[in-house]
């Protein structure tokens, strides 16, 4: 499985090529425009991988899509951010607002357990 946070080429280039080398591959993704999406995800999705289990969590700003990736089940709950999150701040604003890119780290990632891990 792929989890694809957003459709920009550095996160989403090498969809295609992969699905045409593993044809079942599940490539998922919340925007039609993410190469070779064939899973497409909203807010609250959940699926598992293995014993792990995978919500979807919108986070619009960098990208309409965007998507991040929090995942339990494993030693420490951990969510995968793409381009939302960076060490330095958050992504730049390429298809949003302020007020999401707030929505999206306050209320959406913010309200994750103190002890996830970010990615």
């Not at 295609?16 to 599940?26: G, R, T, V």
């Not at 995978?54 to 951990?78: E, M, N, Q």
């Not at 607002?97 to 970010?118: F, R």
Request: glycine residues 12%; hydrophobic residues 35%; proline residues 3%.
């Amino acid at each position: 499985k792929v989890l694809t946070t957003h459709h920009h080429w550095d996160h989403a280039g090498g969809n295609a090529k992969l699905l045409k080398i593993f044809a079942d591959l599940m490539v998922y993704g919340g925007d039609d425009r993410i190469q070779a999406i064939n899973q497409k995800v909203t807010h609250n999705d959940t699926f598992n991988i293995g014993n792990l289990s995978v919500k979807c969590l919108s986070t619009p700003c960098h990208t309409r899509g965007h998507i991040c990736y929090y995942v339990t089940g494993g030693h420490t709950p951990a969510v995968f951010t793409g381009d939302t999150l960076f060490i330095g701040g958050c992504g730049r604003f390429f298809e949003g607002t302020a007020d999401e890119m707030y929505k999206a780290l306050i209320e959406v990632l913010g309200s994750l357990p103190e002890e996830t891990v970010s990615y």
